[in-house]
């Protein structure tokens, strides 16, 4: 208490050192409790972070007279900078990549195809309902940037509750489908930014369309590159006969380099960082030492964990910033109305996204195991309602300037997204386990052994503590096509059995990988010996 009441007769200086000090030290005690409650059916390391957050907050109005909550200003640069880059690259770092694209074009059906339906579902509904109240002038930027906000699911807290083990399909869907939706969101934020969309025309959707395609593609293209200049860079120059800090170092500054560069020349820096991931996990880890190997694995990791931890922290302290609230107090029926149409449009943008595609999915899905039954669709709907820090990073962008606001109109659509995000968060995140034993006890579930059919390996988690070997599913080679009705009838394993081919040929000759890698013994000072 004396700590809080003592911000507010500092000088700033001093005031930033003791709010980072007390910040860190909630973040400690967001770790400790987190783990008490680790094995707790109900609550999660998000909603405990939140809490504390909340709690936290009502101390400092309290101490400081309702007149701030914070300790830190909200600065969407600070999320999108420093806190988001570490998440979605760990998620590519540690993705099971054979998994992932041999079902991406299923996870690409929800998280792109799924997000522009929802968007366009919010931005519409939006545009119709807001008329009946008094949020100030919005235009049709205003409304499409809303359904991009709306429309990004909260991909950490929703793995959070989800366990890989017990429901292997959800947890693969949810999650490729939140990385691919999280970037696809930003983007068409992005995109709408730059386009006069007041007058919506046949060119303005194509530019739109374009727009889109271009961002995605060279961002993808973008991370790749990055993730491959790594790995020959450190093939060539064996960093590791004399230290691997300095192998270590590199990949974190590479992976962080990617992120920068993409957004410098305005790309997609989460599809250009999470591809890096990829990239080096598939040619770079290979050719570090075991002990760098070891080392970046756990450092990504704990950065990754650190970050997330920290966002929903601070999430939960800005939850009560007295500033914003003042403004709504104004006019609460309007508020409630907002939140409240907001709230019932997700759902219903997220269940004509989800069903629909899933109808169109399972048409083209052969195997009854591969096809998604109501309950699971059901779950998948459900586990993507929760909404998060890219929610309320592109909200702040938006409708504030430098975290603060001091307009009706915006400080409503701030509180709203506020609102939102700690509901889904926690009433969605505490119900979401239950759920799922509601709805699928007793029922086998599908993936949870290693398959022999290649096909069926759309069941299995995109997540693993380890990297997938060079070989197939149970060390089997993909067979080769023989004919253009094989080639049509199993595209995937096509693409995969030619790009197999051109990996053993090309790419890892040059870049390094499994089995293209000599490995030097380490010496006793952490480097590597010489073979001589």
């Not at 019932?344 to 052969?366: C, H, P, T, W, Y």
Request: one cysteine or more.
């Amino acid at each position: 208490m004396a700590l809080l009441q003592q911000l507010t007769l500092m000088d700033p200086d001093e005031t930033s050192v003791h709010s980072i000090t007390l910040f860190v030290a909630l973040l400690i005690a967001c770790i400790l409790i987190g783990h008490l409650f680790k094995g707790s059916r109900w609550t999660t390391e998000s909603v405990t972070a939140l809490g504390i957050g909340l709690c936290t907050g009502i101390i400092i109005l309290l101490t400081t007279q309702w007149k701030s909550s914070r300790l830190l200003v909200f600065n969407e640069d600070l999320f999108f900078i420093y806190l988001l880059p570490p998440i979605i690259f760990n998620a590519g770092f540690q993705v099971k990549k054979k998994q992932f694209f041999r079902n991406f074009m299923t996870i690409s059906l929800f998280g792109a195809i799924g997000t522009i339906i929802s968007v366009s579902i919010i931005a519409t509904g939006t545009s119709q309902l807001f008329k009946y109240l008094d949020v100030g002038f919005l235009d049709t930027a205003d409304f499409l940037a809303l359904g991009a906000i709306f429309s990004a699911t909260d991909s950490v807290c929703t793995l959070q509750v989800l366990n890989q083990d017990e429901t292997p399909l959800l947890y693969s869907l949810v999650f490729g489908e939140g990385v691919v939706n999280d970037a696809t969101s930003v983007v068409l934020f992005n995109a709408i930014q730059k386009f006069d969309v007041s007058h919506i025309t046949s060119s303005v959707v194509l530019g739109l369309f374009g727009s889109f395609l271009y961002l995605f593609i060279t961002s993808t293209l973008l991370g790749v590159a990055v993730g491959l200049l790594c790995a020959y860079i450190i093939k060539k120059l064996y960093f590791g006969r004399h230290s691997t800090d300095r192998e270590v170092a590199l990949m974190i500054l590479m992976a962080y380099l990617s992120y920068t560069i993409a957004e410098l020349f305005g790309l997609s820096g989460i599809l250009t960082v999470f591809f890096c991931g990829i990239a080096m996990s598939h040619y770079t880890w290979h050719n570090v030492t075991e002990s760098s190997r070891i080392t970046t694995r756990h450092s990504f990791a704990t950065l990754s964990f650190i970050s997330e931890t920290f966002i929903f922290l601070y999430v939960g302290m800005d939850a009560l910033d007295i500033e914003k609230w003042k403004f709504v107090s104004k006019s609460p029926g309007t508020s409630v109305g907002v939140s409240s149409i907001l709230l019932g449009l997700v759902l219903i943008g997220r269940a004509a996204s989800v069903f629909s595609l899933s109808f169109l999915s399972n048409l083209v899905k052969r195997s009854d195991s591969e096809k998604l039954g109501l309950r699971q669709q059901f779950v998948v709907w459900w586990s993507g309602l929760m909404r998060g820090s890219v929610s309320m990073a592109l909200a702040y962008n938006k409708f504030t300037s430098s975290g603060y606001t001091q307009m009706q109109g915006n400080a409503i659509m701030i509180t709203s997204t506020i609102t939102i995000v700690l509901f889904s968060t926690i009433v969605v995140g505490l119900l979401t386990q239950p759920l799922i034993r509601l709805l699928l006890s007793g029922q086998k579930q599908i993936g949870n052994d290693m398959p022999s059919d290649p096909k069926s390996s759309f069941t299995l988690p995109l997540l693993a503590n380890g990297h997938s070997s060079a070989t197939d599913l149970n060390g089997e080679s993909i067979p080769r096509p023989i004919s253009i009705r094989m080639l049509l009838a199993t595209p995937t394993n096509t693409v995969h059995y030619y790009w197999r081919k051109f990996d053993d040929a090309i790419m890892r000759p040059m870049f390094g990988g499994r089995g293209f890698t000599r490995h030097l013994p380490v010496s006793s000072d952490g480097g590597v010996s010489s073979l001589h």
